[in-house]
């Protein structure tokens, strides 16, 4: 399984990726400009994360891989995806960004850079409090993270806004089986609105809710979501 | 040293500050009214005019989204200023080069006020502040990137004069550069850069443009003009004299100190009512990792802070604020002066809130006549 980070960044803490791994082998990178990854100039869209990736599955000699990845992770799984699905064996989408479905002055996407932090925590996490950041308790490290997984963010969501206008007519061309799954009380972008539009450009795909989780079910929901996976994988062997 | 009247042509006549979470960005316009807003701009206007009248230069700059500063375009009032003065020099300080689409459209907008003014522009080159981001949707990562391949398209549009040339570079493109007019002063206009940090003021430097601190006060102005001149050294280039270097501060000269307080209090209100929330402070990418690390911790330099709860004594003892009476500006521009090692502009924001017309002109005309004659004689 290749698992791609959101905007939250790679926490190797994270209950979640325990859990994936009682599954299986589990590739987890952190991308560019996230975390402890360096910067890299020549890297600055989605579409570079997108080919990053093919090429190292390419690279590893990676077959029939599950491709799973979150918000801004999902949008680059799908990206992806529609290059070539010759290594990837089925797409888990969650809570995924990457399209816009709206007309121009529909606001899909709240606009995370022009909304207070504390705003965007409550539309984004079913149980905001859980989630809230205390400063003061953090290393300088964790702050350093904090700021890095937010630069990077804006560098490849900036504009257009966690989206690219083509994705949506190229979708068709994912032919593996995938999973969408959305938070119940997604209240950064709702499963009925947005993931339903998503869903429907996939053939075949189908979308699933996460009970009492918002954008973000692996952090909320972690055992649920991991379990989604399992049952998608056994499914898919089926 | 040379004394520049500015004025960021605020609309003042906001509501409760209670009203609204931000001044910049997102305040709704339906609180501006045209009739008074166009009464303020000439009034803005004839001012400039009056400040070239008792022998000051002029800066215009531009901001968006804000009721701080009703110049959306910096080039627009340059027009009018070219044409309605005769003798000032123009300085646009600046056009934010990393945010403007079309580097090629500023390199005309400039060469036309440089020939409308017959060679009077002083052109600035900005990064723009941190609330533009969002008010323009521009990007806030690798901006300096990409405010450098601007400045370099810019200048070689002006100095290219033999037909077309191609650009094809990483944030700009244009294959048939060649532009009508060209600019007025050869090779170009003269060039200014603001900076605020060392690394900034470093690149600058080995260009030799002028560089221009904010409201740095003592140290961080040093550190800038310390690492201007000392990336020069290093490049083996000529020591720069002392127009290389701008400072702008709130300047308000009275007959008294007691007077000259009371107006730098109500120049205060462009610091006062400059209520942003973080989003658009600190849009992410703007600043350094550090920076944005001390924030989050709440350990920023004090001078930060300055700019959160400022207080008259606090903004004067940091060189923010120079006011009294003019022998009181004059030593208190005089320490900054000998500070930092010697600068050659000195940009008065002499204007702000509710600063009216008459007390305005009696700031700057206690100033031309008390303060700048001993300003002008200065040297290091």
Redesign the interface.
């Known amino acids: 399984m290749l698992w791609l980070h959101g905007e939250e960044g790679l926490d190797p803490q994270a209950p979640f990726l325990d859990l994936l791994a009682g599954t299986g082998r589990v590739v987890a990178p952190s991308h560019p400009g996230f975390g402890h990854s360096p910067e890299s100039s020549t890297v ?1 869209t989605v579409d570079d994360l997108a080919y990053l990736y093919l090429d190292l599955l390419a690279e590893q000699d990676r077959r029939d891989v599950i491709v799973i990845g979150a918000s801004l992770g999902g949008w680059i799984a799908a990206e992806m995806a529609v290059r070539s699905t010759e290594r990837i064996g089925g797409l888990v989408l969650v809570g995924a960004l990457g399209i816009k479905v709206g007309d121009r002055e529909a606001r899909d996407i709240p ?1 995370i ?5 504390d705003e965007v925590t409550r539309l984004q996490y079913r149980d905001p409090a859980r989630f809230a950041v205390d ?2 308790k ?1 290393s ?1 490290d964790e ?2 993270i ?3 997984n ?2 990077a ?3 490849y969501a ?2 257009p806004y966690f989206h690219n206008p083509k994705l949506p007519q190229r979708l068709h061309r994912v032919t593996v089986p995938t999973l969408f799954l959305w938070g119940a009380d997604d209240r950064f972008v709702g499963a009925e609105y947005y993931g339903a539009a998503y869903r429907a450009a996939i053939p075949g795909s189908r979308l699933e809710l996460v009970e009492r989780a918002g954008h973000f079910p692996h952090l909320e929901q972690p055992e649920a979501v991991v379990e989604r996976i399992r049952g998608f994988v056994q499914d898919r062997g089926a | 040293m040379r004394g520049w009247f500015f004025s960021e042509n605020a609309y003042h006549l906001l509501p409760d500050a209670r009203e609204y ?1 931000s001044i910049r ?2 305040l709704p316009n339906r609180y501006y009214d045209p009739k008074i807003g166009a009464d303020l701009y000439h009034r803005f206007i004839d001012e400039w005019m009056i400040a070239e009248d008792m022998g000051l230069e002029i800066m215009v700059n531009e901001h968006h989204q804000t009721a701080t500063n009703l110049n959306p375009s910096g080039p627009v009032v340059m027009g009018v200023l070219a044409r309605e003065t005769r003798k000032a020099r123009l300085l646009i300080l600046g056009n934010p080069i990393a945010n403007r689409r079309e580097p090629v459209r500023v390199a005309e907008e400039m060469a036309m006020v440089d020939v409308y003014s017959r060679g009077r522009l002083e052109c600035g080159f900005v990064r723009g502040v941190p609330y533009e ?2 008010a323009g ?1 521009h ?4 901006m300096m990137e990409r405010f450098w391949e601007a400045h370099d398209l810019i200048v070689k549009a002006w100095t290219s004069h033999d037909g077309p040339f191609n650009w094809e570079g990483k944030y700009f493109h244009h294959r048939q550069v060649n532009i009508w007019p060209r600019p007025y002063q050869e090779p170009h206009p003269p060039i200014w850069i603001t900076a605020l940090s060392p690394s900034s003021a470093r690149e600058v430097g080995a260009r030799g443009y002028i560089v221009a601190c904010f409201l740095t006060g003592f140290e961080g102005t040093k550190a800038v003009y310390d690492a201007y001149r000392g990336r020069r050294s290093e490049l083996g280039l000529s020591s720069p004299g002392l127009d290389r270097f701008a400072y702008a501060a709130l300047v308000y000269t009275g007959e008294t100190d007691e007077e000259g307080y009371a107006g730098a209090r109500k120049l205060m209100w462009y610091l006062e009512s400059n209520k942003v ?4 402070t600190s ?3 703007y600043h350094p ?2 920076t ?2 001390n924030s ?3 350990t920023n330099p004090g001078i930060f802070k300055m700019f959160q709860n400022p207080t008259l004594a606090g903004l004067m003892e940091n060189g923010l604020v120079f006011a009294g009476n003019p022998d009181s500006v004059y030593r208190q521009i005089k320490k900054m002066y000998d500070h930092v090692g010697g600068f050659g502009h000195l940009l008065m924001m002499a204007q702000a809130g509710f600063l009216d017309h008459d007390e305005t002109v009696k700031g700057m005309e206690m100033f031309t006549r008390e303060v700048y004659p001993r300003l002008k004689e200065l040297t290091v």
């Open positions: 600055d606009d850079f022009a909304l207070h932090p400063y003061t953090k300088d702050l350093a904090i700021a890095r937010r630069e963010t804006a560098l900036w504009e | 979470d960005v997102k981001m969002s949707n990007r806030p990562t690798r929330p973080p989003q658009f849009p992410p990418g990792v550090t944005m690390v989050m911790k709440g």
